[in-house]
């Protein structure tokens, strides 16, 4: 499982090193994912936004999911 976090600096904060705020995704592991690098799906669920990514590619792009839809997917992908 992957405990990696990907820090956000808020865009308030400035250069100078004032009023540095950064918030953090932690990102999960699929159960189906294996140590031989096949099916790994990763997901970062934020109150707003679903995360979701490929941790396979270096620089994934990330899939950004309300939580009705992400709920609406995973209904889906269960049936």
Same mark, same amino acid.
């Given at each position: 499982m992957s405990t990696a976090l990907?820090?956000?600096?808020?865009? @308030? *904060? =400035?250069?100078? =090193?004032?009023?540095?705020?950064? $918030? &953090?995704? %932690?990102?999960?592991? *699929? *159960? @189906?994912?294996?140590?031989? =690098? =096949? %099916?790994? $799906?990763? $997901? %970062? &669920?934020?109150p707003s936004t679903i995360h979701v990514r490929d941790s396979k590619l270096s620089a994934s792009p990330e899939l950004r999911l309300a939580p009705q839809a992400w709920s609406s997917l995973t209904d889906w992908v269960r049936r």
């Open positions: 990907k820090w956000f600096k808020s865009s @308030y *904060s =400035g250069s100078e =090193g004032g009023q540095c705020l950064e $918030v &953090a995704l %932690a990102w999960r592991t *699929s *159960s @189906y994912s294996n140590d031989e =690098g =096949g %099916a790994c $799906v990763e $997901v %970062a &669920a934020c």
